[in-house]
């Protein structure tokens, strides 16, 4: 009873707060006004679809999140396995260098990032001195979300997936080499599936968080394409279409509950104590 009571506030808070206002909204969405009636149609989202902004939007935002999801994957992991294999001093210093990010507020990481890689920022003065005279357009655009989005999340997901690394016997780890197995061959047959529960849940909560983020794009994305949180705002604030900006949000809670899934499993795969 005692746990019960600790468990129902919470979730009354979720129900009443979150799912409940949530629900409302949707249901908003589907309520159309004909001939004087209220019913439920599909029409907005119909709509939605048929405007070719939102749709590149759509479009543009899970290109975007799925390409930072990546990068940011793939550093994390492989600093993730440095800081849980490597002694030395170059070790301990990143250990504490890569969490800086996390202390960082987003909005000034991002005019910072806009700083250094506009046209005549630090990127661009560099290779003006080693010759380089057309430098890529790195920030007000796809780029410049993707690396600042990268930059913003690299430190929780090395945590996360450190978490699961610290987690492995070392004697498993001993036992690979033992029988002659490589650095490549060790991690393919016995890191990586043992991590997979950190590697899941990393993946999922990236996907989720870059995929709502809204200062990052923002300030540091371009006019067009936008992210639909962008779009979201606009709808809602500057074109007083608060019917597409709810549909919107709607369709980004759909996305999001596919990764949210992938999240609950690898989380009751972990309790169960299947990895």
Request: without cysteine; aromatic residues 12%.
């Amino acid at each position: 009873m005692t746990g019960l009571a600790l468990v129902l506030p919470p979730f009354f808070l979720l129900i009443f707060f979150i799912l409940v206002p949530a629900a409302q909204a949707v249901l908003e969405t589907l309520r159309v006004e004909r001939s004087g009636q209220i019913v439920y149609s599909l029409a907005r989202y119909v709509e939605m679809f048929h405007t070719i902004s939102l749709r590149r939007s759509v479009g543009f935002t899970v290109m975007v999140t799925l390409a930072s999801v990546a990068v940011t994957f793939v550093l994390a992991y492989a600093l993730a396995l440095y800081l849980r294999f490597s002694r030395g001093w170059v070790s301990t210093l990143l250990g504490a260098l890569f969490i800086i990010p996390l202390f960082i507020p987003t909005v000034i990481a991002s005019f910072a990032m806009v700083t250094f890689l506009e046209h005549h920022g630090y990127i661009a003065t560099l290779l003006h001195y080693v010759g380089v005279e057309d430098t890529p357009s790195l920030v007000f655009n796809a780029t410049g979300i993707v690396l600042t989005e990268v930059w913003a999340s690299i430190p929780f997901a090395t945590l996360v997936l450190l978490a699961g690394l610290q987690g492995i016997d070392d004697a498993l780890i001993d036992s690979a080499r033992d029988v002659g197995a490589g650095a490549l061959r060790t991690f393919l047959a016995v890191v990586l599936p043992l991590n997979a529960v950190a590697t899941i849940i990393t993946m999922s909560l990236l996907f989720i968080g870059i995929l709502g983020s809204f200062t990052i794009p923002y300030l540091v994305g371009g006019n067009a394409p936008q992210m639909m949180s962008v779009v979201m705002t606009n709808y809602f604030t500057n074109y007083l279409r608060p019917d597409i900006s709810v549909s919107l949000a709607a369709l980004s809670f759909v996305i999001a509950g596919l990764a949210g899934a992938a999240y609950v499993a690898g989380v009751s795969r972990r309790e169960r104590g299947a990895v």
